[in-house]
């Protein structure tokens, strides 16, 4: 049975998260800061952390800090409201698996929780090449798992447009990124892929460069 | 819905009526409040949207007028203002307006704003907290008893941590403020309450900004936000912990989340 260590300040949500992977048959422990998060995960072997970011004494992206020097550190989902690209960008450079958006809901939950645990112990580096509010670039290997990893954090960040049309470019991100990866990068985990996000006011723009041997550009 | 529109500018009434009706309102605009209330005095309306700033009688009049009188239908009556600050939001609502809407307003976004200000007044009744309840369960992946844990949870955690926010804001500890602020509106997201957690996320921010000196403002909305969605909670958790109350139909629908085979 998985082991789900849940972190997060609030009763409500600690509770809520539980009881929904309690339910589902999941071993669920919980710790409501950074510093009780870190205790637990010394004591214990967990597959994966679910990790509020804003917390008292120790917030998520501390932890994340700490959990450097450790031996088997779990998987981490992080979920939080916050979609500042700074925070988002902090927990992808801290290896951080996937992006749950609060406020939480079952099917949601369960689903991530799921794909997390189905995909090799090993979170694959993503390197953070370039990081501001208006220009990302990420060097990705080409591992599948990466696709929904990079796509749930990009698709979070702030942007001024309707959601049907985030979708829809979320959508033909994923498209391109996964024909980089598969045809451009053969699967080959050595290789990485070039994404570039570029962001302004009315504009959303996503680059994908692979590393075939055409190199080729997607935009 | 039948929508009473007050404005003294010629092209705001034209593009607001043209999208209202296109939402599928019956519209009467006017272009001041005595027109205002002669209309409503001829026909009844189930919504009223007044600019403030009027010549002559303003939107705040209008409101006064119509609230002065018993009516037997209590329609619902929003101010329509170009003063945006969270001050003014505040001042209006505390003039007996139901909701604010800034302007400049997206007209796209009007019926969605209208739909939001207005469910609970204007739909059957019943209608807006049922849908309600079932988001809330559905979010819980359809576990009746969860929820009201978290129920009686939250009941028990909110009074805390208002009183956290408030002390924080008494003493100026703009950190405590931001922590406490946080975490509260993870509470309230969770129960659908918007304008509970937009409060706690100003509250946060300013916390983090290290500037409290609105924060005394955006409290006193908090605190009549939360205590409505305390009563709600309560009469939820009252109506469903009854033995056999948990077989509403409505409620106790199974969702994708609880069909799912446990690991």
Redesign the interface.
């Known amino acids: 049975m998985p082991a789900i260590l849940v972190t997060d300040d609030d009763a409500t949500t600690r509770q809520m998260v539980r009881g929904v992977l309690k339910k589902a048959g999941y071993d669920v422990s919980v710790a409501a800061d950074g510093f009780g998060a870190l205790r637990a995960i010394q004591k214990k072997r967990f597959d994966l952390v679910l990790l509020d970011i804003w917390m008292p004494r120790m917030t998520g992206l501390g932890l994340l800090g700490h959990l450097h020097g450790e031996k088997n550190i779990p998987k981490i989902v992080v979920m939080t409201s916050d979609q500042t690209s700074d925070t988002l960008l902090d927990a992808l450079r801290g290896r951080v698996y996937q992006y749950l958006k609060k406020p939480l809901d079952a099917t949601t939950l369960l689903t991530t929780v799921e794909n997390a645990l189905s995909t090799s112990p090993e979170v694959p580096a993503i390197e953070v090449v370039s990081a501001n509010a208006q220009w990302v670039e990420l060097m990705v290997p080409c591992e599948r798992s990466v696709v929904s990893r990079v796509q749930s954090f990009l698709m979070h960040m702030d942007v001024d447009l309707p959601d049907d049309i985030i979708e829809k470019v979320g959508y033909a991100f994923r498209e391109l990124l996964n024909n980089a990866i598969e045809w451009g990068g053969r699967l080959d985990p050595n290789l990485k892929v070039r994404v570039s996000y570029i962001k302004t006011k009315k504009m959303l723009m996503y680059r994908v460069d692979d590393p075939g041997p055409a190199s080729e550009s997607r935009t | 819905m039948r929508i009473l529109l007050a404005d003294d500018q010629k092209e705001i009434r034209l593009l607001t009526v043209n999208q209202l009706q296109r939402d599928g309102h019956s519209v009467v605009a006017v272009s001041n409040g005595q027109d205002a209330l002669a209309e409503f005095a001829r026909s009844p309306f189930d919504i009223l949207l007044l600019d403030e700033l009027m010549p002559g009688m303003s939107g705040v009049d209008v409101l006064h007028a119509i609230r002065s009188k018993q009516q037997s239908a209590r329609p619902l009556i929003i101010a329509v203002t170009g003063y945006n600050t969270e001050q003014d939001r505040t001042r209006l609502l505390r003039e007996g307006f139901d909701a604010v809407i800034g302007k400049p307003f997206r007209l796209d976004s009007m019926e969605a704003t209208l739909q939001e200000v207005s469910g609970a007044s204007v739909s059957p009744a019943g209608t807006r907290a049922q849908r309600e309840a079932d988001n809330l369960l ?6 009746q008893q ?1 929820l009201l ?2 129920i009686r ?2 009941l028990r ?1 909110a009074p805390k941590r208002m009183a956290q926010i408030e002390s924080a804001i008494r003493s100026q500890r703009a950190h405590h403020l ?2 406490s602020a ?6 309230v ?2 129960f ?1 309450a918007t304008a509970a957690q937009q409060h706690c996320q100003e509250l946060a921010e300013l916390g983090r900004r290290h500037d409290l000196a609105r924060a005394p403002d955006i409290l006193a909305p908090l605190k009549e936000e939360i205590a409505k969605l305390e009563a709600n909670l309560r009469g939820y958790a009252g109506q469903n912990s009854r033995p056999g109350a948990g077989g509403r139909p409505s409620l106790g629908r199974p ?3 609880q069909k ?1 085979k ?2």
């Open positions: 559905e979010s819980v992946g359809g576990d969860l844990r978290m949870t939250f955690d931001a922590s946080h975490a509260l509106k993870g509470s997201a969770i659908g969702t994708s989340a799912r446990p690991r």
